[in-house]
């Protein structure tokens, strides 16, 4: 349901766009994940994912951290 408010969201706050959902045959749910440590520029660290329901992409975020990350562990 998260998804869908989030998607609609989007279609009342662009109104000129549009979004292109297509047919797989199938509804399998796929998600993707990466972080990046403190780059040199920014001394902060970034994270992100993104989602994918049926082969469209239905939900994403990036988000730089208020912390510094220092090792995996």
Known sequence: MNAVVRILRYL??????????????????MGYTDSDWAAK?????????FTFVGGNLVMWRSKKL??????SA
């Open 66 to 71: 208020k912390v510094v990350s220092l090792s």
């Open 12 to 29: 009342k706050s662009a109104p000129g766009k549009g979004m292109m959902f297509s047919k797989h045959g199938h509804v399998d749910i």
């Open 41 to 49: 520029r920014y001394r902060r660290s970034t994270s992100g994912y």
